[in-house]
């Protein structure tokens, strides 16, 4: 049985009585109740349902299937005795009255967002979803620059500033042709609801709304990104968008503290110390070179002609660099860092004719000692569960 949308008639209503109808389980030992009439707005055309209490007992989710909503709460039916909820019953309905303001307020402004971007860009809305943090409409035309979101931003909030009436059309669907439609509207059930904002929108829309533009104060464009084959508009709206404000403030004001810059400073304060970064990055790319290639030197003069030379680094990426400087001398050699458990062995490159392949050499060797590794013919590379089969994979290499 339908259930009436008492959300439609009374939009700032906090609560409402209602007779519970039906008991219906679900999932997990919860229920859902069916009552002859709500004030939850269930999910539905990009809007998050209402939330709040029944009897006391949280109201998780709202849906609606086929006319009949149901309020699908966090209990099981023990708990339903306790809360005097049956059918027949009488219960007190509670509303989320602060959720259900920021989805009106989302929602409208994504109608006028819509409008303006129609009006300006000839833009049409393909789709709309409203988030925790951000809202989002998709749009069939390119992403515009930012001098473009402020002029769409401007617009947005003239129209909120001239306190449009919000108002509600209920028609049969035949009427349709009445409106000038931003949209051709798909009508589920046997009247057409038309959501006008004073004269410059019209759409067929189902969800929660101010009264009147001046309700939604504040709105702002947050990214625009290429989306398919249009964009993605992302927005926020209401009290949202000056928490939204003061979050990016707090952020900017930090990391100036941090950089210890002034606020206006920080572009160029990050771009020199990202360039700063290069630079020392490329520096120690050398110092490290420099520190393998004279660690190879040494060691290649004192390790016997013609033997695998053995040796320690105190990480991977040491391990690496003095594997590969000691191979550019014509060495094979096993490097072993104890800190990260890992082992690298390199061999000249390319591999001479009649000398083994380390892969081909060493790969068993490290299996058979409990490692995982992988390579090439020239450099291979180890990593050991423990310190001792790294040990003895090493005291083993000495006789590959
Ligand atoms: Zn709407």
Redesign the pocket.
Known sequence: MPTEKAFYDKPGARELDACVLRIEARDEGKVALALDSTIFYPDG?GQPCDTGTIAGLPVRSVIERGGEVLHLLDSGVAELGAAGIMPGATVRCVVDLARRTDHAEQ??A??LLSSILLRTMGATTLSFHLGERYSSIDIDVPPFDRDDAYAVEDEVLRVIGDDYRVITHLCPPGDASRFPLRKEPSVEEGVLRV?EIDGIEY?A?C?T?VASTRAIGSFRITRVEKYKAGCRVQYVAGGRAFGDYRRLAAIVRDTAATAGVPEDDLPGSVAAYRDRIKLAERALETARDAVASSSAAALDASSPAGAIVFADAADFDSASRLGRALAKRGRVVVVACRADLKAVICAPAPVAPGASPVDEVFGPLVARHGGKGGGGKAFFQAAFTDESSLDLFVAAARFA
């Open positions: 055309g929602h409208t994504q109608h959501v759409s829309c969800g709304h």
